[in-house]
C-alpha cells in the first residue's frame, strides 16, 4: 500500500515520521512508521498495512482472543450499561463475549462481532449470537440498538469510516455509541512514545485524540455527546517496563528482539509503589485531557 502524503481523515498536512514502532509483544522483523496530522493530530501507521497482513499480527497467544480465570469478575466491574430502550445491545470486537454475558444477565438482548474464530467459538459455546467477521458483513438487517459499544476495538480498524457509517445506520433514534480507545493526547505517549503499551504495533493502526475522533465523527453522520479521558497507572507501569528492559529502539535482528522480549516478559516489574506515585500525576492529567484513554459517547447527527 502507498505511503499517505496527508492526513487519513482530514487531509491536512503530517508530520510523515512521527515514529518508528516494533512489536513489543511478539518479535518479527519489521519496523512500523507512523506518522502524525498536524491539524487533527490522528497517529496512523503510514503506510497502512494491507489487509492480508492483519491476521498476522494476532498469534495465538494473544490475549484478549484466550479465556482467562477471573477475566469476567474483572471486567464486570466497570462498563457495564443499564438496560433501556427496546434493551439492545451490541458489541463490535466482543473478544471471548465476557461483557456480552455479563449484559445479557442484566436483560440486554446481546448481539457480537468478533473477527478472531477462536473466540467467536468461545462466544458460542457461552451462548452467545455471535458473528465472526467484521461489523461489514454482519447479517444485522435493518436492526436497531441502543448501545454498540467498542471496547478498545477502533484503534485495531483499517477502515474505520466504513465501520462508523455503518455502526451509525444501526443506532436506534435515541441510541449511542459507547467507546474506549487509546488517547494519542495522552501524556503517557508524550512520555514513553515507541515505548509506549498503548501504541502495540502493529496491532493499533489509529491513535485517536478528541480531535480526530470529531474528524472520524465528522465523516460518518456522528457527533460527539461527551467525551472524557482516563487515567490508568497499569499503561505507565507497563510503558515503563517496556522502556526498562526494551530500550526506545529495539535491536535488529529478530534474535536479538526474540531475547529482549523474553526477557522483558520473565521480569515484569509488579510495583505498587511505582503506581502509588503515578497515582496523583495519571489522575490530574486525565483531568486535564491526557490520560491514557478516550472514552466517548456518540450520537447521530440530526
Ligand atoms: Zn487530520
Keep these: 500500500m502507498n505511503k499517505l502524503s496527508q492526513c487519513y481523515l482530514c487531509g491536512a498536512p503530517i508530520i510523515d515520521n512521527f515514529l518508528t514502532a516494533y512489536d513489543r509483544q511478539f518479535p518479527r522483523v519489521e519496523d512500523y512508521n507512523y506518522s502524525k496530522c498536524r ?5 496512523f501507521m503510514n503506510p497502512l498495512p494491507l489487509p492480508e497482513h492483519l491476521a498476522g499480527f ?4 494473544y490475549s484478549p482472543h484466550q479465556e482467562k480465570p477471573g477475566d469476567m469478575k474483572r471486567k464486570s466491574k466497570r462498563n457495564i450499561f443499564s438496560p433501556h430502550g427496546s434493551n439492545r445491545l451490541l458489541e463490535v470486537g466482543c473478544g471471548i463475549g465476557s461483557l456480552l454475558q455479563r449484559h445479557n444477565e442484566i436483560g440486554w438482548k446481546v448481539k457480537g462481532v468478533e473477527i478472531n474464530p477462536a473466540a467467536c467459538e468461545i462466544c458460542r459455546a457461552r451462548g452467545l449470537d455471535v458473528h465472526c467477521g467484521t461489523l461489514l458483513d454482519a447479517p444485522l438487517g435493518d436492526e436497531k440498538f441502543d448501545v454498540i459499544f467498542f471496547n478498545h476495538v477502533i484503534e485495531h480498524l483499517l477502515d474505520p469510516v466504513a465501520i462508523f457509517k455503518k455502526a451509525s445506520e444501526l443506532l436506534a433514534p435515541e441510541g449511542r455509541i459507547i467507546l474506549l480507545t487509546p488517547n494519542s493526547g495522552s501524556m503517557g505517549f508524550g512520555r514513553y512514545r515507541s515505548a509506549w503499551y498503548h501504541l502495540d504495533a502493529p ?8 480531535g480526530s475522533l470529531k474528524g472520524l465523527c465528522d465523516r460518518t453522520g ?3 455527546a461527551g467525551i472524557r479521558t482516563l487515567p490508568s497507572t497499569r499503561i505507565w507501569l507497563q510503558s515503563e517496563n517496556i522502556e526498562r528492559m526494551q530500550g526506545q529502539t529495539l535491536a535488529n535482528s529478530l534474535e536479538e528482539r526474540k531475547k529482549l522480549i523474553r526477557s522483558s516478559a520473565d521480569t515484569k516489574k509488579k510495583s505498587h509503589f511505582f503506581r502509588l506515585l503515578m497515582s496523583p500525576v495519571c489522575a490530574i492529567s486525565a483531568r ?3 490520560g491514557e484513554n478516550l ?4 450520537v447521530k447527527t440530526k
Aim: some cysteine; glycine content about 14%.
Design 39 to 43: 491539524s487533527c493530530g490522528l497517529v
Design 58 to 61: 494476532y498469534p495465538g497467544e
Design 203 to 210: 496491532r493499533h493502526i489509529f491513535i485517536y485524540g478528541a
Design 222 to 224: 456522528l457527533k460527539i
Design 288 to 290: 486535564l485531557g491526557a
Design 295 to 298: 472514552r466517548a459517547e456518540l
